[in-house]
């Protein structure tokens, strides 16, 4: 193809666009010329189109190698809509059958497939391999590129095969597209494609319409997330968590709350993903709950905010999620909610990978925490991290520009710095250099005999909360800089030597600190608010109790009262929030409760906390189900741990936590085959007489005939035809 083709002619005959945006041009003109070529562009920023317009122009058909079978099936439908010919583009994956899998490459033989869309592992695959040899190729198009580095936020083995496939079909030219490369990352992608030599375009990395802030993970955080949501009525969203586990029970809290939003993650059956995402694209629903697997090329230009209720494990990670909001340039704001414990959990899950790889991996995250923590301008630290200089102190549109803390004088403390690198010969890490200046004789510093060196602990009387913040500061100002090669090694740079000789004023902010009170799925006692209120419903169960004739914990447990202490709920729904009263319960002993505390509002004038309206579904629900529906079909009680996943004890605790909460549950099948008669007998009479229902007690009370299990059983026997 000449490369004096008009191009902006193609562009309006294709797609309806009268000119480019960016690099586009020069990209696809680099592409036209034969040339291998890099291409960095912000999500958003239109990377598609420079594969797709040179492909449909070209002779023969372009590889477009994709990570996801939700993205191929997007773009395809997107090339396939515009043009008036059926199969100008098309994708090979493992969702195809074989009939289907003939008719392309019946496609791609006619000469109609301009665009193939292939995933790594079909690309790799022996038989295509063999049909894509005798097929004439255009150019190959790497998307997502950053899915080849172990730096990248998605390392993906078979990305790595991608050369040496290529070599066996064809050589041809390679462009590789990515919305997120350091310049290590960058330099990874080149060398394994073999295209070291590529032309490379780059994009700014800034999104000014972007907002970024940052919170502290407590435990009301699906409440927070809950009134943000409510406060952005009407709105698209996105909330990114990392386990699929917690995806399922926040699209069940929001749902509850009347948001619509469905959950998506890999676990989910191809069909249900496919309608999320339509569903989303369609705004049938507003909220995405997702783990990183959703938005991959999503093209939905109106997204207004994305929520990370986890911190990702990596900034291009962020940077990529995001991404996804403000693509038409309107408002975009991105809430991510930090916790130190998240931090340590991410670095348990890494414990059973090879060591090279976690010490990336623990690298990545420590610069995830870096972000999280600082009290700079939050744009100039991302786009410091992506290798582009922000050339304001203040953006305006992020937390810590919008709240800035006080700046204090830190030429003393960057020059012990400055020195400590120099000492050490510049030859390791910021935590390294933190243990030296600190004075902290580590394993690591005595083995170098770093100990004995003059500048060892040259730093110890000062504030440890302030080395992080200097040395990251050095960093973005240029006296410092960041081995590529070696990541992580601290060097010196002119500016820095220049400034050891002669310090001047370095004006630094301090670290925000994170208060971590978040407890992962907490369902401890609180502790009545409202002790007068507290005395007065211990007193009405132990009225009911008499009348009823059944122990006071029947009614309901110590914890319920202290929260219904500290919630106030004055209605049956606001009841069946508290913790361990499930519908049976509130309906069966609810009424006078209720009452109770409504009476006790009006008399003292208690403005009752609106958050009782923020209703949230059982953490273990869908457990919860299949463990009623495994009973109800008398499934045998080892079965059904087994299948679950849980050991024999564990299995007892969520049987208890479901008759206490006032489900009726009959577990007299398995009762009558593992126990004695008698022996169920004098447990079931001891828990009638007895005013608590404490297993010690029990145990002590029957004697050491009876087994703990046992007594937990027939416990579970009692509640559920006493209570429920």
């Known amino acids: 193809m000449p490369n004096d083709v008009n191009l902006t002619q193609q562009l309006k005959r294709y797609f ?28 958003g920023g239109g990377k598609s189109l420079c594969y797709q317009l040179p492909s449909l122009i070209m002779e023969g058909t372009a590889i477009v190698i994709s990570p996801l079978i939700a993205l191929m099936k997007n773009q395809v439908d997107v090339i396939n809509g515009m043009s008036e010919e059926e199969g100008v583009a098309h994708y090979l994956n493992s969702s195809l059958n074989k009939a289907a899998i003939d008719q392309v490459k019946a496609d791609i033989v006619a000469g109609k497939t301009k665009l193939l869309y292939v995933a790594p592992e079909s690309l790799n695959k022996d038989d295509n391999v063999e049909f894509l040899k005798t097929v004439k190729i255009s150019f190959y198009a ?83 997330i809950i009134k943000f949501i409510k406060q952005n009525a009407g709105k698209s969203g996105i909330v990114y968590c990392l386990s699929r586990k917690k995806v399922e029970e926040l699209a069940a809290d929001l749902v509850a709350n009347d948001i619509k939003a469905a959950a998506y993650h890999a676990g989910l059956e191809s069909a249900k993903r496919s309608e999320t995402q339509d569903d989303f694209l369609m705004e049938r ?96 630290m991302l786009l410091h991290y992506f290798g582009e200089n922000y050339p304001h102190d203040n953006c305006g549109n992020c937390d810590n520009c919008l709240h800035p803390k006080t700046r204090i004088e830190g030429k003393d403390e960057l020059l012990i710095v400055l020195n400590a690198v120099a000492a050490v010969k510049e030859n390791f890490r910021a935590e390294y250099i933190i243990d030296f200046v600190k004075g902290r004789p580590t394993d690591d510093i005595v083995s170098h005999k770093h100990d004995q060196l003059e500048e060892f602990g040259s730093g110890e009387d000062i504030n440890e909360k302030l080395w992080n913040p200097v040395i990251r500061q050095a960093l973005i100002a240029g006296y410092l800089r960041k081995d590529v090669e070696n990541y992580g090694l601290l060097k010196l740079t002119a500016s820095g030597k220049r400034f050891m000789k002669k310090p001047e004023s370095f004006m630094i902010v301090e670290d925000t600190e994170f208060n971590d009170d978040y407890v992962d799925d907490s369902t401890e006692g609180t502790g009545a608010l409202d002790p007068e209120l507290y005395a007065m419903l211990k007193d009405l169960r132990k009225r009911m109790s008499m009348k009823l004739k059944v122990p006071p914990y029947v009614i309901f447990q110590d914890p319920s009262l202290e929260q219904m202490a500290t919630m106030y709920p004055v209605t049956l729904q606001e009841l069946q929030n508290i913790q361990g009263v499930g519908a049976g319960k509130a309906k069966r002993y609810g009424k006078e409760f209720c009452e109770l505390i409504q009476k006790h509002c009006e008399e003292n004038e208690i403005e009752r906390p609106e958050e009782i309206r923020v209703k949230t579904v059982a953490k273990k629900s869908i457990l919860k189900v299949k463990i009623i529906q495994s009973i109800d079909r008398k499934i045998d009680f ?30 007299d099948y398995y009762i009558d085959e593992v126990m004695d008669e008698d022996h169920i007998d004098d447990i079931y009479d001891y828990f009638s007489e007895s005013e608590t229902d404490d297993l010690e007690t029990a145990m002590e009370e029957l004697g050491e005939d009876y087994y703990e299990e046992d007594i937990r059983l027939v416990r579970v026997k009692f509640i559920s035809e006493m209570a429920n």
């Open 285 to 380: 629903i507003d909220i995405i709950v997702a783990t990183i697997a959703f938005g991959m090329g999503i093209d939905k230009p109106d997204v207004r905010f994305v929520i990370h209720y986890d911190i990702p494990k990596s900034l291009e990670g962020y940077y990529q999620e995001t991404g996804r909001a403000g693509r038409d340039g309107g408002e975009g704001k991105c809430i991510a909610f930090y916790s130190y414990k998240d931090l340590q959990k991410l670095e348990k899950f890494m414990e059973g990978k090879p060591v090279a790889e976690q010490d990336i991996g623990r690298q990545l995250l420590q610069e995830t925490a870096a972000y999280a923590e600082s009290s700079m301008c939050r744009r100039k």
């Open 142 to 224: 790497i998307d997502e590129a950053h899915c080849i580095s172990e730096w990248g936020h998605d390392f993906r083995p078979e990305y790595r095969n991608i050369r040496p496939t290529i070599q066996k079909i064809g050589n041809a030219p390679v462009i590789a597209l990515t919305a997120t490369a350091t310049d290590k990352v960058r330099a990874d992608i080149k060398k394994n494609l073999g295209i070291v030599d590529a032309k490379e375009f780059k994009s700014s990395f800034n999104r000014p319409n972007l907002y970024y802030e940052v919170r502290s993970k407590t435990n009301e955080i699906n409440k927070q």
């Open 638 to 667: 080892e079965e059904i741990a087994k299948a679950q996943g849980l050991d024999f004890d564990e299995l007892l605790t969520e049987i208890e936590a479901i008759v206490y909460s006032g489900t009726k549950l009959n577990i």
């Open 16 to 43: 309806g666009f009268d000119k480019f945006k960016g690099d586009q041009e020069a990209i696809i003109r680099n592409l036209l010329a034969g040339n291998d070529t890099f291409v960095l562009m912000p999500t």
